[in-house]
């Protein structure tokens, strides 16, 4: 019953076998490994973009900052919601990769509107060379409260960058449970879209720690290969993070395992919704729930063994409503689920 | 016969043990893992240091300048050598992270000496706030052309440095090959001489992609977090980090491998002296050498199925010295090096 | 009938005069002139502050982002309203300086309120190590729509900060201004008050281009000499900044200035609140103000010969509201003012 | 007897004059001036360069700073000597704006050479991503010991800058007194020896503090501007600095004034030359000179009342050679020499 990050549970065997293979034998280091070349033939094949810049880094706050940097100037700000995680959860990273800064668009069911985002660029007007320039839209789908951009909702905001002639990127720790929900292809999420790069996760649906940063106009890769490296995410044993991730795309496990972590979520969000003790803030569409129920009941589902993040207290009155956040990986399994349920009755 | 570099060769099989261990069940995120627990205590143990803060990180690159930064004002300058690899083989990393400046300090047999770095640190005058004022001296254990200080050359930099009021970083990238070269423990080849802060690599010497970073002084404990994670280098699947670590520090491993490592480059070195065809511009200390052998050689050595680095191009006059690089790695093994030293003999 | 901004108008002939004194003989540079050694007792007295370290800059950005970047660390976040110089006019400065980002903080009449920065501190939660770390709280007084802060609410902004423990600095552009609304003295309006470091304006008030930084706790002032050299902002022939900040101080020929700006501004608040053709968004409290008209009065005055800023296009609907911007410097006198009301009556 | 700097003197009186004439009524501000329209075409009429992007800011080093930012990217390096300005005396300014780093060439009479900049450009391998790329050439003329580059040495060096594809740089600090120097023409002396750059100084010359920027390719001028607002560089009542530049290339004062100050250059250099006393580590060529005289020579002259820096303590051995440095002004006339000269003497 541990639903307190997808970044808790084990990375799949099929991703430890292919350590261990990828384990024998010399390769060249930084990326020149072959495991690398199949990736990024994999990658592309995938995004049916023959031409994609593909990279890979170890931590979601990478692939976002240093794609960010790529696309940003640092007299230019950045817009995004306020939910997003490059604003609430690196610790000016993406700062700190850009120089630049980043602009709040008012979100609803956590997602930017192209009202919210037009409305925004447009009041950021720069005064000439005063204030800051705008930059880059970036997208989280699915975003930090469980809720998934549709097609045409991507397609409505990429329209709004392209008005102010800015580019667009996608943050896709959850990419793979987006697509899941959405049923797409990931062309179709993406460069058909309007989207100009996107971060693939991995490390949230079943790898060690691997998030590949996909340009679909290659002119920025040798610019996020040196930002890469002047940022130290330049791993020497590349074939590591190669390995993993060629396991990832084998056979679309990707796929295969977020389509797991989607349906335990959607057989949670069921059941809650079933309870009749709790109310969700936000729809769960994918793997991920917020959740609002009376202190005592979530006392009464920790006690019982459940592991998940309680925003505040578990000291107080017992029937105020307190907000819980809740999140299947591949691993949990309908077992899981049905215990958490099941302790929610008793 | 892969010479290029002792990141070229596999994990440890006991690393990969500890990988598949380590994969079990679910674990908080961002360090809070118990195998990291386990880590720092034997960390500190084996530095005999029980207060030291202890973090890890997935590249050399990363350890050294994050590690920098955090000892270093943007307004300050860190000694080093030209050959360092924070100079020379980090894209501006270290500039980027502590905002600060490299001054080189000149070297005898790729070490800087006391004379060398009282000159320049005494040259550098700082004209009050016009220059940059002196930060961090930073030594590189392994030097980057494979000689080794003695704890007693540590003991007299250090000594310089605190004349100065400055604190001292060691880039441990090879620090075991160190310490079985010298024979001593790590705790002399540190705090005892007078360092604040070590990288201890891993990486180079038989883990996949972890280095660890020690402070002595457990004041840098909550900056070094903070700069780690605004440098996208906190990884939420913290477990993958630590199991490696600690099989690393299980019962020596570290030392045994790199024993293994020192042991194939002083035979190979032994026996390319003995070719007498090869001249060496460094000492070969540890497990890496440079050395100097017809063109003609290289070739052959290398159509033999060597493979190790040549700076400059095999066209050419088949005469002409040439200079190469061979590092040995744990895994190359005395089989490796034999095969090496008769391709040189046919 | 220049009312575009306070910058627009000339510099008071007492500082002119103070230049041509100054000019005179052979002076050291970069603030060891003898010029700068009375301004700083001048500061000292006139803040009733004998410990306060006292800077001189040539700019009002560079004023706030090195004072900011002196309080902040990389990793933290700057509390400040949306309308903020710092925010909205600066081009990234202040996240260039201090490597840190903004918060905003709801206002209400262009002044945020203990109520909205307490929310957004607490909203704030840093989540350990992965969102940014709360950083100094920035007050803009007189505001960017030219509402005033009294010295109570001030105070409860200060009390607030004090409550999460970090420090707060006023953006004084206007200092002087805001001083005469209140009439209160400098030491009231600042350390009395709780605020740790001010910039203490002098170019929107009759000066070329001065701009003192004020910390009232010494211990800032060696980061700060380091942090203006290093933004290039140290200049070599200081005794032209020190000139004019000692005219302007001598006399209190900075309040004399306000005092005349003021007056302009209230003058020509009464006409336009007579003339009940317009209204203001934001009750004018000092030199400046914020006016609604028809267009059609808009573009008569300005055919008339008034120049300001008028916030959108002055083509269209005559009868549509559009916003204006009046700004009132010493200069601008009460014949200005007349002639501006005379233009709107006509 | 006034030799500590350049910067040491006043501003010439016609300079004042049309301050005071800039200093009546109104101006937009922030570069809207009409004397910055003016003196954009002088500038460019000066130079034959009738496209150059031109702009002003109050210091040398900020002229420097934001000039390389514009030519470089985070990942570069900039060659300049050991001795220039951006190395020793911004106290890291260059590196804070560009974010790069500085690679330094060996020099020859305080200037580097074609050959010492081919040799350190060439062995600036960059390893692929791993070293810092490529960046531009910074050439500091009049160099820091006083010493020019000829037009043909320039030419050679930004030769061989071009056999590398990377811009050159001009810092002018003393720009006027190298025309003099070689008697030629600004042009001569910068794009048509291949010059991409060049900071036009006139803080040093006689003005109070300005720097005109120019690029002869003015694809620049817009990021500049940027870079220039981002480092809080652009004033707002910008006709002051406007003003000092009008007067500066009006009737070529910039001419007048630097002829004066190496014309006393020369004859304080003739005059220390017959003395027999003094020797000369680096030729005078301007209107700087280093020169070494025994410690007893330096307390006698400064007792007389001599003022310049000396490299190191006047207690100690009378008879020991010393270093100080001695800078002539346009201000401190042959009246000044003399009199310095006379000490010298008695």
């Known amino acids: ?47 049916e973009a023959p031409e994609a810049a593909v990279y890979l880094v170890s931590t979601g706050t990478a692939a976002n900052s240093i794609a960010l940097a790529t696309l940003t100037e640092p007299w230019q700000t950045v817009f995004c919601t306020k939910l997003s995680h490059i604003n609430e959860d690196e610790c000016n990273a993406p700062e700190f990769y850009s120089g630049a800064k980043l602009t709040l668009v008012a979100d609803e069911n956590a997602k930017m509107t192209p009202t919210t985002l037009r409305a925004t660029m447009s009041a950021e007007e720069t005064r000439g060379v005063h204030g800051p320039q705008r930059g880059p839209v970036s997208i989280t789908q ?3 409260k469980g809720t998934v951009y549709t097609v045409a909702e991507l397609k409505a905001l990429t329209a709004v960058a392209k008005e102010f002639g800015v580019a667009t990127h996608l943050d896709g720790a959850r990419f793979a449970n987006a697509i899941v929900t959405l049923d797409c292809t990931p062309a179709e999420m993406t460069w058909k879209a309007g989207i100009d790069c996107v971060c693939f996760g991995g490390t949230k649906n079943g790898l060690m720690g691997v998030e590949a940063v996909v340009f679909f106009d290659p002119k920025h890769a040798w610019e996020f290969e040196l930002r890469r490296k002047r940022g130290a995410h330049l791993a020497s044993k590349h074939r590591y993070l190669s390995a993993q991730m060629e396991a990832y795309l084998d056979g679309n496990l990707w796929h295969e395992l977020a389509s797991m972590a989607n349906a335990s979520g959607q057989r949670l969000a069921d059941g809650l919704r079933k309870s009749n003790v709790v109310t969700f803030p936000f729809e ?63």
């Open 142 to 144: 699915v975003t930090e």
């Open 1 to 47: 019953m541990f639903f307190a990050s997808d970044n808790s549970g084990p990375a799949h065997p099929k991703v430890m076998d292919a350590m261990m293979r990828a384990n024998e034998g010399f390769r060249f280091g930084y990326g020149a490994d072959p495991e690398m070349d199949r990736v990024r033939a994999m990658v592309r094949d995938l995004f």
């Open 284 to 346: 769960p569409e994918a793997n991920m729930m917020f959740f609002e129920a009376p202190r005592g009941l979530h006392k009464k589902v920790q006690a019982a063994g459940a592991q998940y993040y309680v925003m505040g207290s578990l000291d107080g009155d017992e029937d105020e409503p307190v907000l819980g956040r809740l999140v299947c990986d591949w691993s949990v399994g309908f077992n899981g689920v049905d215990a958490f349920l099941a302790a929610l009755k008793d």
